[in-house]
């Protein structure tokens, strides 16, 4: 099963709808859509870790893993991978970005 199917069996579970889950992560309807239809070309760790806590889950179940019992068991951490490292970096360039644009309004 892919990401999207999961993220989508996991949301039908809680009975909540497409069009709640767009607007409590600030997308269009169509976009989360396609998330759950896997037509995005990369979704990002920071959205399934949206999409978890406004499921109230954690975010293993959206990778259709048992989820950890405690605490020392990754805590909510993301897996170490690859793509986990690049979204990180993404994440970091963009608020780099964002607080060069601020500061340059601010001279």
């Not at 069009?19 to 396609?34: C, E, I, P, Q, R």
């Not at 020392?72 to 360039?93: F, K």
Request: contains cysteine; aromatic residues 4%; proline residues 3%.
């Amino acid at each position: 099963m892919n990401i999207g199917s999961q993220i989508r069996k996991v949301r039908e579970s809680k009975n909540v709808t497409q069009d709640f889950m767009a607007a409590k992560l600030g997308v269009s309807k169509t976009s989360y859509g396609n998330i759950e239809r896997n037509m995005i070309k990369r979704l990002t760790w920071a959205m399934v870790m949206a999409i978890a806590e406004v499921l109230n889950v954690h975010y293993s179940e959206l990778l259709g893993e048992q989820a950890p019992r405690g605490r020392g068991e990754r805590g909510g951490r993301p897996p170490v991978g690859w793509q986990a490292v690049m979204n990180c970096l993404q994440a970091l360039h963009e608020k780099m970005d964002n607080l060069e644009k601020q500061l340059q309004h601010m001279q």
